[in-house]
């Protein structure tokens, strides 16, 4: 089992920056492909980035591209979700998910085994 724990939402105006936390425990972190989903309200959960477990990174969501930068620590068995230029459309709940499968698409959440329980990120215009 894995167990992932974020942190770092909070409430920010448009055009600011958050960086998100995701620290993980249970197995060896530098095995795990990490990701970062968010979930909007009365939406479903969609993909905001992937680093694999080499350290590659996964080509990011059109939505966030160019503002979010995902980055890993193996040493601290983090993640991290660096946001800059944030729109009132990022407002949602920001979920970690790890896995230890190899191959995929990396970008469906059914692809994920371990979650952690979400961080609020809301911004205001």
């Known amino acids: 089992q894995v167990q992932l724990v974020e942190s770092g939402g909070g409430l920010v105006q448009a055009g600011g920056s958050l960086r998100l936390s995701c620290v993980a425990s249970?197995?060896?972190?530098?095995?795990?492909?990490m990701a970062w989903f968010r979930q909007a309200p009365g939406q479903e959960r969609e993909f905001v980035s992937t680093?694999?477990?080499?350290?590659?990174?996964?080509p990011y969501a059109d939505s966030v591209k160019g503002r979010f930068t995902i980055s890993r620590d193996n040493a601290k068995n983090t993640v991290y979700l660096e946001m800059n230029s944030l729109k009132p459309e990022d407002t949602g709940v920001y979920y970690c998910?790890?896995?230890?499968?190899?191959?995929?698409?990396?970008?469906?959440?059914?692809?994920?085994?371990?979650w952690g329980q979400g961080t609020q990120v809301t911004v205001s215009s």
């Open positions: 998910a790890a896995t230890n499968r190899r191959g995929g698409t990396w970008r469906n959440v059914d692809e994920y085994d371990y």
């Open positions: 249970g197995q060896t972190f530098s095995r795990l492909t």
């Open positions: 680093v694999f477990w080499t350290g590659a990174i996964a």
